[in-house]
């Protein structure tokens, strides 16, 4: 098992694209924080896990309060005496997000809380675990709208994955010497409960987002998850500060 024995928290794993790496992690052998806003989902994750044999155990964390986030990394570590990968999945997208014309402070403020200092918590506490270990691995979600600019904006989700991808490259410099490896994940539109609500609703944005990516398609989100098991494993031991992007190739396509 390409993970086998690893001690893996996740955040966002109680539903969606998190959920799903929290099964697909168990799968290949590791053990897993499964960290979630909403401890029921959460809780329904672990035992989704449990069922297939995995071990998981889970944490109600939110990921912008610094004494949680703590708490979140602690709890791995009583749990299970050691962090071996972040995999910091949790993010917000919220309707009311659009341009900085019309996108009120609350929202884009909200959206900077969760998406971007929710990543820096984790990794303030769960990189100084890494480098007693001397090894880990931190992979962050950003997003194929950090790399190129959209007609239909979402302007406080995007400057957040662009802050993440800038964030991920300075820790891959700091923490590579000392073991713990960074990396980012950039997807494209992916089929979550959370993109789908969305789309569902307004059919031209879905269109859109359609039309420009070569496999006419939305990705799944096994497929994203893939990539994070490779960086999780020790197959990436000489992956770090990349970029991975994962969308279908929407981001090379001019039209």
């Known amino acids: 098992m390409r993970l086998q024995d690893k001690v893996c928290i996740i955040t966002g794993a109680g539903s969606g694209m998190g959920r799903t790496a929290a099964l697909m992690f168990a799968r290949e052998g590791a053990r897993v924080v499964v960290a979630d806003y909403d401890e029921p989902a959460g809780r329904e994750t672990a035992e989704l896990v449990g069922r297939e044999g995995g ?10 309060a ?3 986030a703590k708490r979140m990394v602690d709890h791995a570590v009583e749990t299970y005496g050691r962090v071996d990968c972040l995999y910091s999945n949790a993010g ?3 309707e009311a997000d659009h341009s900085v014309i019309d ?6 403020d909200r959206v900077m809380a969760v998406n971007v200092r929710g990543i ?47 964030l991920t490259r300075s820790l891959a410099v700091q923490f590579a010497p000392r073991g ?12 979550t409960p959370l993109l789908m609500d969305w789309l569902l609703k307004d059919e031209q ?17 096994e497929e994203v998850v893939s990539a994070a098991v490779y960086l999780a494993s020790d197959e990436s031991r000489w992956t770090n500060g990349s970029v991975l992007v994962v969308d279908g190739g929407i981001s090379v396509n001019y039209f």
């Open 92 to 94: 917000i997208m919220p």
């Open 180 to 191: 713990v490896r960074s990396n980012a994940i950039a997807p494209g539109p992916v089929e």
């Open 103 to 108: 996108t009120d402070v609350a929202t884009w």
């Open 120 to 166: 820096f918590l984790g990794c303030k506490y769960a990189i100084p675990r890494m480098v007693e270990q001397g090894s880990g691995s931190i992979i962050n979600v950003a997003s194929f709208v950090a790399l190129l600019g959209c007609s239909v904006p979402q302007d406080a989700y995007t400057a957040s994955k662009g802050a993440v991808i800038s």
């Open 55 to 64: 071990q998981a155990s889970v944490v109600q964390v939110d990921v912008s």
């Open 205 to 221: 944005a879905k269109r859109i987002r359609l039309a420009r990516n070569p496999t006419g398609r939305f990705g799944k989100p």
């Open 66 to 68: 610094e004494a949680e």
